[in-house]
């Protein structure tokens, strides 16, 4: 990607040569949000750990490459957002940074408007990439981990089973499959590379390797370690 090569060309003559800016658009998991707890009146708060997300992973392998380099990160994630939101505030939380490259990641909020959410998302992520690039930043569409297939036994809260039971059902139903299988398509019709992490969700799922001990919060936040997996595929596709 042109981006690894402006990142070195920084690195190599920091006076001649522009600063370099990533910038990351997506919902909790972008944000790093990890385990949730309920707060007083049935509400929800979650623990925010920005320096343990991806994004922030994945700079650090940037900078282990071009430690000279003057790399700045935008952080666009948002507890709870979906693509539609992330389409509405893309000029004030992106584009005004007139980023160089872009990762975007949706699918697991938007999963919850069902089937016929779909065509609103993938709507959405057409608008976002395609707006992206006029701007004159490349873009990379992330795919996101798969949610709980099971309740955990960790899980204590009876809110938090019923979430549980709720999300395993999305998961047992397929309907998060089909929002990514359309997402995918979405990027390809607009010539925007795919980093297809949720598929090595998948792929450790079916080997017997249970995921849902991977989630922070036994529900949809991967825990910090696992945010590595993020990282290093796409810096992967950075390199290409």
Known sequence: MEFLQKLSANHNDKYGRPPVTIAFLGDSVTQGCFEVYE???GGLDTVYEPENNYAAKTASILRQLCPGAQLNVIAAGISGDSAPNGNNRLDRDVLPF??????????????????AGIERYTAALESIFTRLKE????????????????????????????????????????????????????????GVPVVDCYSKWKAMEAAGINTTELLSNKLNHPTRDMHWLFAWMLVQQIIG
Do not use: W
Not at 98 to 115: A, E, F, I, K
Not at 150 to 166: E, G, M, P
């Open 39 to 41: 707060t007083g009146g």
């Open 98 to 115: 007139r980023p160089d490259l872009t990762v975007v990641c949706y699918g697991l909020n938007d999963s919850g408007g069902g089937m």
């Open 135 to 190: 701007a004159g930043s490349e873009v990379i569409f992330m795919t996101p981990n798969t949610m709980n297939f099971n309740t955990s036994c960790h899980i204590q809260s009876d809110l938090f089973k019923r979430l549980a039971v709720q999300f395993a059902k999305v998961m047992e139903d397929g309907i998060l499959d089909a929002y990514i299988d359309a997402a995918k398509a979405t990027a390809e019709k607009c």
